[in-house]
């Protein structure tokens, strides 16, 4: 059965960036989980007005997301962004198939 986590991202005005990976991390997540098979699709849409963007990712299953989770390349990226989100005053909720998750408790969960 798959398995999906969405991220939304508010940002307090349109002048603050919101976190994106290096090109580097963007290419091996690609190469390493996409394009293997393991993460089916990721998506990312910012709302109309421009303060809140929503990123999905859907796994395979739930093992492979873990897997994912574990990867160090990964825990950089998102360690990088946790840092960066509170650094710029962005906020995040996230869901794990559905169900609301406090980023740090559903991160440390998966890893």
């Known amino acids: 059965m798959t398995t999906s986590i969405k991220r939304i991202s508010t940002r307090p005005d349109t002048s603050i960036p919101f976190y994106a990976r290096?090109?580097?991390?963007?290419?091996?997540?690609?190469?390493?989980?996409?394009?293997?098979g393991q993460r089916l699709s990721f998506t990312t849409?910012?709302?109309?007005?421009?303060?809140?963007?929503?990123?999905?990712?859907?796994?395979?299953d739930f093992a492979h997301l873990q897997m994912t989770i574990g990867d160090p390349i990964v825990q950089t990226a998102l360690a990088e962004m946790?840092?960066?989100?509170?650094?710029?005053?962005?906020?995040?909720i996230q869901y794990l198939d559905g169900v609301l998750?406090?980023?740090?408790?559903?991160?440390?969960?998966?890893?």
């Open 101 to 111: 998750a406090r980023r740090q408790d559903l991160i440390k969960a998966l890893i």
């Open 45 to 60: 849409a910012v709302s109309a007005d421009g303060l809140s963007e929503t990123a999905e990712a859907i796994w395979v």
């Open 82 to 92: 946790l840092e960066y989100d509170s650094a710029n005053g962005i906020t995040m």
């Open 22 to 36: 290096s090109p580097e991390t963007i290419a091996y997540m690609k190469a390493t989980y996409s394009d293997t």
